[in-house]
């Protein structure tokens, strides 16, 4: 199972206070988000899980900004690192994506643009705002000039880089072309923190020739680019096969820990979850119905649901058919009242329908959205 | 959850797919002004013979030729020629005749060509195509590379060579407008039969013993008939422009015949005396295929899957 | 390629030759002084006239074993086109004394700059408008800008064309002239119009180029001003067509799943719609070139008449009254060729912009 948390128990990178969404559709008005809470420590990966349509997704949209015309926020605050994403203006909002948000996405074929190379996409995120990236930039090829120097025989035209490089950081200045040349050697060495074989090749190279597993590699690298504050996986390792899935995984782990971000990890495999979490929150029809640290879940599941989820996952060591949770996911256009898991908690009692339960903490660090538990 | 709320989730869902298809059309006054002007034009053209006499355009009276009275408005000509009598509110053309009782006559005329054109370009592109599609092969090439022939020339100029030969008539103005048309339908119903014959029933069908001709006529065909049908009826109003812009370059078999293109014809023969010839029935093209296009668009917008949200 | 093009010569020429009597398919090729026998003698060297045809007049009655079969007349002139010999023109005024090649290539410049400034107008109005429209969808400006193409493809081009001289050279004028010229290629007598350009020499026979490599602006300044109008009513059916086809593919892409990608990096509104929506949309509206090339060829026939332009396409209509089939076919094909080259440009350029094809 997942290691303990590497944090020294920060501040929260992320805290998602009473949020609510809606869509207005056609067929009328959906309720995607029931007013949910959630907190994310500096450094920490947060797992968010939950079946199809339960509104993870849109969770992750709602943070970064990329919500669909139709969606209106009714309510709520998403707080970024002290400042409230919701109330900025679109433009300070593409510099927070640019900067301090970071989102993978499921099907990296489709979220990569066909007709341009990797390297052009990797390189466009530089060019749209130079000046932030000056530091970064310099800092890395500077380190890899080091290396070199400190070999035996100290090049002339790397000691004159050098030098022009530390004078370009202090200024905080540099030309269209050096950005270009530092942000191909930046790019390449990412593509190559990622695992990528011939990582110069697959800077020329073309999506489509690569395979799926490269390419959301090469997503995660363009989004380490950025040194993000927190980094959003939406079902990054779905169309993935398992081997690679692992891969996959233990590179997220490693990358947090060399530039602590903060990851959310969304999914729908508790396995995952298992494997790489710190902490898990449990989501059901727009609603955050548990959250734990993920041994604590596993070992101590109190609502309903999760432990309908875990009963249902198929285990090799009990001899039985997995469970299924009866019933299916409500329709969110008019949603069961109160609790929404009511039709199909087999817990459920009178007053379950009447009001929604509110989040309490049953344990230190284990909150639930219970009436079972008081709430 | 129980049957009766499964049933009413359905109908519910239903309900909200023709609320969406009506509330598409509500919001689109466009496409309404489309349809209405359509229903306007066939029913104009019905009643055509009911406004004005028939035969008025045989008649010539050359006293009357090329003036104008409607003190509604003036043109901005050097020698506005006064008609005497009565108040030709659209002028009168170069024989004399009052130019709106024209183009009343012209819309049944022109409407007519142009559905004789449609259907006929819709059965031979639905013969041609579905053959080609069905048998494949060789007669498909064949077929191909013929339309590829003829829709490598600009239409215009193939009905010029075609009207100069077969000489000037009716007959064979609309022969060739429906030359210049059938290439596109026989594509089209080509690819319709060619992703409707992957379908499972044909298969079915083959193995059950059918031959291809019962296949053919009496299943693809029908299944895949209906964007073409659609097609059509919206190509009305790009025919008529088609027609009107083959006479108005004077392949008319009859300079005295009530078109919209003719009557343009005379206009620009006349233009800086009578320019109301060429404005008033090139107006009455423009507003007719605007009907037929707006109409168009917007039907194929409500059934676009993919514009749905 | 080469296929069509022989096919679609073979297609007319049998529809030519075979509906009208042989004398007009022989009427390019004499000239109307000769004597009978001299007649007789171009007929058999045509190809059209037997050796064994005893006189004219038994060839022009049609007289059997006097005219040979349909498809010896088409490889003789098969023969005779490919050299270049497309005989005398009828056109009234010149019939008989000019090659039908010269009156036709020294008319083409003429209908070659109408069709390129349109289609450069086009270009240069229909990209822009599609990309407005799909960016601001369902607001104003897409309201407009489907005015604009819907209007476009459902005007008569012979209607717009005429509207635009009543505005332009019957509403507006200064001083008793219209604002812009009323006919031809140069505009002498509008009130923007210089009334004494001067000459130029003539390189290519297209009046805007050849102004400015002579050096003469007033000339090339009126060249300008002449085709404005017609070039305008020339484009404004495929302007509709391409602010279409630009409106739809843009709203395709600005659904794709790598757009929300290019926004979710931080990129600036305007660099995804050009650098990654536009390559992706541009695409399939490259294959709609060789239509729009059939619009313009054929709608110059109609503007050149409108407007009294001296190209082929008004040429064209006189050619088929005089039945100068050679002129008609000649046209016909210089018309395939270009199309199918530009097919077959487009074919590469597509290629070329996408990589996946390339692999």
């Known amino acids: ?375 | ?309 | 390629m080469v296929f069509v093009l022989l096919a679609l010569s073979i297609l007319i020429f049998y529809l030519t030759r075979g509906l009208l009597p042989p004398t007009t398919a022989l009427a390019p090729y004499i000239n109307p002084r000769l004597t009978d026998a001299g007649k007789l003698s171009i007929a058999r060297a045509v190809g059209v006239a037997t050796s064994t045809c005893p006189s004219f007049s038994d060839f022009a009655s049609l007289q059997t074993g006097c005219v040979t079969p349909l498809w010896t007349q088409y490889f003789f002139w098969l023969k005779n086109v490919l050299v270049g010999n497309w005989g005398y023109t009828l056109l009234p005024g010149i019939s008989g004394t000019e090659s039908t090649w010269s009156v036709f290539f020294g008319r083409f410049p003429y209908t070659a700059e109408l069709d390129i400034v349109a289609a450069v107008l086009t270009f240069l109005i229909g990209v822009p408008l599609g990309i407005v429209s799909a960016t601001h969808n369902n607001k104003l400006p897409d309201h407009l800008s489907r005015i604009v193409s819907l209007g476009g493809y459902s005007i008569p081009q012979f209607w717009f064309g005429a509207m635009l001289l009543i505005v332009f050279v019957l509403y507006l004028r200064i001083g008793g002239l219209g604002l812009l010229p009323a006919s031809g290629a140069l505009g002498t007598t509008c009130a923007l119009c210089f009334s004494n350009p001067g000459s130029i020499t003539t390189y290519s026979g297209v009046p805007l180029f050849d102004s400015l490599l002579s050096l003469n602006l007033p000339y090339f300044w009126d060249s300008v001003v002449a085709i404005i109008l017609p070039a305008l009513t020339l484009a404004i059916t495929s302007l509709g067509l391409l602010t279409r086809i630009v409106r739809s593919n843009m709203m395709e892409v600005l659904r794709q799943d790598y757009i929300t990608m290019a926004r979710s990096k931080g990129l600036k509104e305007r660099s995804i719609i050009y650098s990654h929506a536009l390559r992706n949309a541009i695409l399939p509206a490259i294959t709609v070139a060789g239509l729009l090339v059939t619009y313009l060829i054929g709608g110059s026939v109609i503007v050149e008449i409108v407007f009294s332009w001296p190209g082929v396409g008004s040429a064209a209509l006189v050619a088929a009254d005089v039945l100068d089939i050679n002129f008609l076919e000649l046209f016909v094909l210089v018309a395939g060729v270009i199309i199918v080259v530009t097919n077959l440009v487009v074919d590469i350029l597509y290629a070329v912009l996408d990589p996946r094809i390339r692999y």
């Open chain 1, 1 to 375: 199972m997942s290691q303990s948390n590497t944090t020294e128990g920060g501040d929260d990178v992320l805290s998602i206070r009473e949020l609510k969404l809606k869509f207005h559709t056609y067929a009328g008005e959906v309720s995607a988000l029931d007013g949910i809470r959630l907190s994310i420590r500096k450094g920490e990966l947060f797992g968010l899980v939950g079946e199809s349509g339960c509104g993870k997704s849109v969770t992750a949209l709602a943070i970064a900004g990329l919500l669909p015309p139709n969606a209106e926020i009714t309510g709520g605050d998403v707080i970024l690192d002290g400042k409230n994403v919701l109330a900025l203006k679109p433009e300070e909002m593409r510099l927070a994506r640019l900067k301090d948000i970071a989102m993978i996405f499921q099907d990296p074929m489709t979220y990569l643009n066909p007709v341009l190379t990797i390297g052009s996409q990797m390189a466009e995120i530089t060019r749209a705002e130079p000046k932030l990236f000056i530091s970064i930039l310099i800092t890395h090829r500077l380190r890899q000039i080091d290396k070199q120097v400190d070999s035996a025989k100290p090049d002339r035209g790397l000691l004159a880089e050098r030098e022009s490089l530390t004078a370009a950081l202090d200024s905080q200045n540099l030309g269209r072309k050096e950005l270009d040349q530092l942000t191909r050697s930046y790019a390449i060495s990412l593509l190559k923190s990622v695992r990528l074989p011939e990582p110069e090749k697959v800077y020329k190279m073309y999506p489509f020739e690569l395979s799926g597993g490269m390419r959301q590699r090469v997503m995660i690298a363009m989004a380490m680019m950025r040194r993000p504050k927190l980094l959003l996986a939406d079902e990054i390792t779905t169309a993935l096969d398992v081997t690679v899935q692992a891969q996959i995984l233990r590179l997220l782990k490693d990358l947090r820990s060399e530039i602590n971000t903060s990851v959310l990890l969304i999914t729908h495999d508790l396995a995952i979850v298992a494997e790489v979490c710190d902490r898990v929150a449990v989501m059901y029809a727009g609603n955050i119905v548990e959250v734990a640290e993920v041994d604590e879940l596993f070992r101590n599941p109190l609502h309903p649901y999760t432990k309908g989820l875990l009963a249902s996952v198929p285990r090799a060591d009990l001899a039985r058919t997995p469970d299924s949770i009866e019933g299916s996911v409500p329709d969110l256009l008019s949603p069961p009242s109160g609790c929404r898991f009511h039709p199909r908690c087999p817990k459920a009692f009178e007053t379950c329908p009447s009001k929604k339960p509110s989040m309490i903490a049953v344990a230190p660090n284990h909150y639930v959205s219970c009436f079972l538990y008081g709430g």
């Open chain 2, 1 to 309: 959850m129980g049957q009766t709320e499964k049933n009413s989730v359905k109908s519910r869902r239903q309900h909200s797919e023709l609320r969406f298809a009506l509330h598409l059309l509500r919001q689109n006054p466009i496409v309404m002004a489309g349809l209405v002007i359509s229903v306007a034009t066939v029913v104009l053209a019905i009643l055509s013979n009911l406004l004005v006499n028939g035969a008025y355009w045989h008649q010539q009276e050359l006293t009357l030729r090329l003036c104008w009275n409607n003190p509604a408005f003036s043109w901005p000509v050097t020698n506005l020629f006064n008609c005497a009598g009565q108040v030709y509110p659209l002028g009168t053309d170069a024989y004399g005749r009052s130019l709106l009782q024209m183009i009343i006559l012209a819309i049944p005329i022109d409407l007519q060509i142009a559905l004789e054109v449609v259907a006929s370009a819709v059965v031979i592109g639905v013969i041609f195509g579905s053959l080609a599609a069905y048998m494949g092969g060789l007669i498909d090439e064949i077929i191909l590379r013929i339309t590829d022939i003829f829709l490598a020339v600009p239409w215009i100029l193939l009905a010029i060579v075609l009207i100069v030969v077969l000489g000037r008539s009716l007959t064979t103005l609309t022969l060739a407008v429906i030359i210049t048309w059938w290439p596109w339908y026989v594509r089209l119903m080509r690819s319709q039969v060619i992703g409707e014959k992957e379908k499972l029933y044909v298969e079915r069908l083959r193995m059950m013993g059918a031959g291809w001709p019962r296949i053919l006529f009496r299943h693809v065909i029908p299944n895949s008939i209906y964007p073409i049908l659609v097609q059509s009826t919206l190509d009305i109003g790009s025919v008529i422009l088609t027609v009107s812009a083959l006479t108005f370059i004077g392949l008319t078999p009859n300079p005295l015949l009530p078109e919209l293109g003719n009557l343009s014809n005379q206009g620009i023969q006349y233009f800086f005396t009578a320019p109301w010839l060429i404005v008033f029935p090139g107006l009455t093209i423009l507003i007719i295929s605007l009907g037929f296009n707006l109409l168009g668009d917007g039907i194929r917008d409500i059934f676009d899957p993919r514009l749905r949200r």
